[in-house]
């Protein structure tokens, strides 16, 4: 409930329907509602504005408003069953208009209620567009189209979303569309859209052009020199689909989706702030990622051997030692974790830092269904459907899983029986050794709580780290300046009903996992495609893509479902997903714009400029030096050597090293447990990065550095055209104009050190746009 002046509650978008109704009928002795005299009532009278009062006037006597209001007390003021006023269903109408700039039309929307009414609600509703140089909306519905392009209207009523698409075509569209061959289905939405648009596609990109930036999306990395000849020399028709298909079963593509599902789960943070940072179990976590997404299982056994893992994976206690003792001996030897990359489950999601167990719902939401949930916790938000019943019924189903928390004293941690387990067989390894294994032991075991745990020590206010020998409810509970609120039941996002309570000792989980697989579920695939598709074009159809909210609609909606329908329907394959979106058209258009779609942002006529993110970005100068590090760097200590920053050796840059101030420079983020949010890494240009290029030391050094691979560049090719022409292909991916050529070689001429003016050379191209952006 809500303070108020005087002591007038309500609460918050009027959730609690019959506390609100005692509020104004009883509190205060009843003074609010007159219902002899229904005008008379004082909630009317200073809505109004016939009584003075610090809100002012909100409506008219004789409004619709004002009407509703004033009937309703005439009638009694009865409480209507709550149950009979759900509604089941709202009808907007027109739900899509098509029209050109100027023409107006107005909105009707109904809702169909739980027993069977229809009522008319436009007056009761609130109308935003999403574009408002296309397409405005007032109070009352009425549309007035402004602009060229798409819309759309989102009507939000109590409890309730809808939307209406608006798409509005040119005056006069000057020019035909151009016949273009759609390559599959994506292409069929994207062109039907910009026909209707006037918007004209931009060409197919070149091969050279193709080839750079299908190996950077897909693997991280540049194409070699030799690679670029061998592809422009190619004159397969089907040379595309091949290559395609090779780079997605090149153990690079699962090294850079790795990094970016490190991104989306928050692998980080595994201890309380102030302790220093467990990087060897983000490393675990990292490898464990890459060997899943190697062996290409499908998406949803994926998301089950992370959303229901557990420590021990039904093994014997002796069998569970073994394998801490094999990991830590791992990491003092400095080598990759290919034992716990070899569990069937991903523990290491569950051990992060929390601070309650609804946090784990919260994260969930945003890794699994590209959900904001956090706002949840307090209220309800203005701009967005989700209540704190429905993150707390949703939290009910992670309440059975104890975790680790810094904070907690005991904490949440593995028997001491298979501690001693384990150190009995680490007798002979070093002592670093045997004091890791009994610190990483003792940071927590995850298993599935049954009653007896809830009743036995380790449970306090719902949280299930052993911090209290009180007894507890194990359902989720939340304290915000709203007061207190808890649920005790268990509900999926998005539904109304709750589901029966499953028998003790049943994973909660599991049942999750099954609502996820379901193929009318609203978010699961619909989230992963997204971030996919977001991936290669810069921007989600939905976007931001961890906001699918109905309040944000899809530019594409029809699109986004026939992608998510053939992604069920294929078996979650992920790399169908990556080679459907990379087979298409609207991927391989070119970037250079035409008059038509110079300004368009949404409707994907050409491709849009992106700039690599960090850890692709650096490896791809290491790439063009040959070397990773220079005399004198400090490598961190326990990663193995020869990784690249996107396999992994971005995890161990966490101190003020060149390589840790590269990688925040360009926004890599820092996985923090408590920002949920695809936008913390940041992937716009800025000063700082162009400096980087420019003037860092670490840049200079590198260049300098005699084993660089200029020095095998000037041995292996005598004249300056071929030594020019390598220099383009390792950087820029293809060959140089004869412009570009003449350029180079009078340059080169005027320098009095060759190698020098081979190094300068090196030193502009990669810090041109061309280099630093996929294009």
């Known amino acids: 409930m809500v303070q108020g002046r005087g002591g007038f509650r309500l609460s918050l978008f009027g959730y609690l329907p019959a506390a609100d109704h005692d509020q104004l009928l009883k509190d205060a002795s009843g003074r609010r509602v007159n219902l002899v005299h229904p005008e008379n009532s004082l909630f009317l009278l200073k809505a109004t504005g016939q009584v003075p009062h610090e809100g002012g006037m909100r409506t008219g006597v004789g409004s619709y408003e004002y009407q509703i209001l004033r009937n309703w007390v005439a009638a009694g003021a009865p409480f209507d069953s709550v149950n009979n006023s759900h509604v089941k269903e709202m009808i907007v109408s027109p739900a899509r208009f098509t029209g050109k700039p100027k023409e107006h039309f107005t909105l009707k929307v109904e809702v169909v209620f739980r027993d069977g009414s229809r009522e008319d609600i436009t007056a009761l509703c609130v109308f935003e567009s999403n574009n408002r140089e296309v397409a405005e909306v007032d109070a009352r519905g009425h549309v007035s189209v402004v602009g060229v392009g798409d819309a759309a209207i989102v009507i939000r009523y109590p409890g309730q979303v809808g939307m209406a698409l608006v798409v509005v075509m040119p005056e006069k569209i000057e020019n035909s569309f151009p016949e273009v061959k759609e390559h599959n289905f994506i292409d069929k939405h994207i062109l039907a859209r910009l026909r209707l648009l006037g918007i004209q596609p931009s060409e197919l990109c070149d091969d050279a052009t193709f080839l750079r930036r299908v190996y950077l999306d897909v693997t991280g990395a540049l194409p070699t020199p030799d690679e670029v000849r061998a592809f422009l020399a190619d004159k397969d028709p089907e040379k595309r689909s091949k290559k395609i298909e090779a780079l997605l079963g090149h153990p690079d593509h699962a090294a850079l989706w790795a990094t970016k599902f490190m991104d989306i789960l928050r692998l980080s943070s595994f201890h309380a702030p102030g302790f220093p940072p467990q990087v060897h179990h983000e490393y675990r976590a990292y490898e464990w990622l890459r060997a899943r997404l190697k062996e290409n299982i499908p998406y949803d056994q994926l998301v089950e051997r992370i959303l229901t893992a557990t420590s021990r994976e039904g093994r014997s206690l002796e069998e569970w030692a073994e394998e801490a003792v094999k990991i830590v001996l791992e990491e003092v030897e400095g080598k990759a974790p290919t034992t716990y990359a070899a569990r069937k489950t991903l523990d290491l999601f569950w051990q992060r830092r929390m601070e309650s167990d609804v946090d784990h ?282 990784i690249r920053l996107l396999e992994g050796g971005a995890i161990f840059h966490r101190k003020d090293t060149d390589t840790a101030f590269a990688l925040e420079a360009f926004g890599r983020p820092k996985r923090d447990v408590e920002v949920v949010c695809d936008c913390e890494r940041e992937n716009q240009a800025n000063m700082l990065q162009a400096l980087y290029f420019a003037n860092h030391p670490a840049v200079r050094k590198k260049l300098k550095d005699p084993r660089n691979r200029l020095s095998e560049i000037l041995k292996k090719y005598p004249t300056e055209a071929e030594r020019i022409t390598e220099i383009f292909l390792l950087t820029l991916s293809r060959m140089p104009s004869d412009q570009e050529l003449h350029l180079a070689q009078e340059f080169l001429k005027q320098t009095h050190d060759t190698l020098e003016g081979y190094r300068s050379l090196i030193w502009s191209l990669v810090n041109s746009n061309e280099f630093i952006f996929n294009h």
């Not at 949840?376 to 899983?401: E, G, K, Y």
């Not at 501690?419 to 009994?438: D, E, F, H, S, T």
């Not at 899809?554 to 992920?574: K, T, V």
């Open 361 to 642: 719902a919260i994260r969930v939401g945003h890794a699994f269904l590209g959900l904001r949930l956090q706002c949840a916790q307090c209220h309800r938000h203005p701009n967005d459907v989700w209540t704190q019943d429905d993150l707390l019924s949703f939290a009910n189903f992670f309440m059975r899983i104890p975790h680790y928390n810094g904070l907690a004293a005991p904490r949440a941690k593995a028997s001491q029986e298979v501690v001693a387990l384990a150190l009995q067989k680490a007798k002979g390894l070093p002592p670093k050794a045997q004091g890791l294994l009994k610190g990483q032991l003792g940071d927590g075991e995850i298993w599935v709580l049954t009653r007896k745990d809830l009743d036995g020590p380790g449970m306090k206010n719902g949280r299930s780290f052993f911090n209290s020998g009180q007894k507890a409810t194990g359902y989720a509970i939340v304290t915000s300046p709203l007061g207190t609120q808890t649920s005790k039941t268990l509900r999926f996002l998005g539904e109304r009903e709750p589901i029966a309570e499953p028998p003790d000792g049943v994973d909660r989980r599991q049942l999750v996992m099954d609502w996820l697989r379901r193929p009318d579920n609203p978010f699961f695939a619909k989230a992963i495609v997204n971030r996919v598709w977001e991936h290669y074009f810069g921007r989600g159809l939905i976007d931001p893509v961890d906001d699918l909210s109905p309040l944000n609609p899809p530019s594409h909606p029809e699109l986004l479902q026939e992608l998510c329908a053939g992604f069920i329907r294929n078996g979650y394959d992920l790399r169908w997903l990556h080679r459907t979106i990379l087979c298409s058209r609207t991927y391989q258009q070119s970037s250079v714009t035409n008059d038509s779609n110079r300004h368009d942002r949404r409707n994907f006529a050409s491709f849009y400029l992106r700039r690599l993110p960090a850890e692709v970005l650096l490896d791809c100068f290491d790439q063009v030096v040959g070397i990773r590090s220079v005399p004198g760097e400090k490598v961190p200590p326990g990663m193995p050597a020869g």
